[in-house]
């Protein structure tokens, strides 16, 4: 396991959030959150995870849109 691994985590509760990081970084990897698929799409325009671990019921665009949106992304 690489110490370089990206992970983003799409929650909009906070607390959720917090907790699955704060256990993601004691695994050894490197977790960044989005509260919303907007500012998921928006991380991921920049840095192209490793994995996402994500939340269906987001506020404005739902977690499903967001992942047939990255299924159809090329990268």
Known sequence: ??????ILV??????????LCVNLRHAGFTPQS???AEDAQRII????PD???LDW???????L?????LRGDAR
Request: glycine share 8%; charged share 15%; hydrophobic share 50%.
């Open 34 to 36: 989005a509260p919303s």
């Open 51 to 53: 994995l996402v671990v």
């Open 57 to 63: 019921m987001l506020p404005g665009a739902s977690g």
């Open 45 to 48: 325009r920049g840095v192209l």
């Open 10 to 19: 799409v929650e909009d509760e906070p607390a959720i959030a917090e907790l």
């Open 1 to 6: 396991m690489s110490a370089a691994t990206n």
């Open 65 to 69: 849109s967001l992942a047939r949106s």
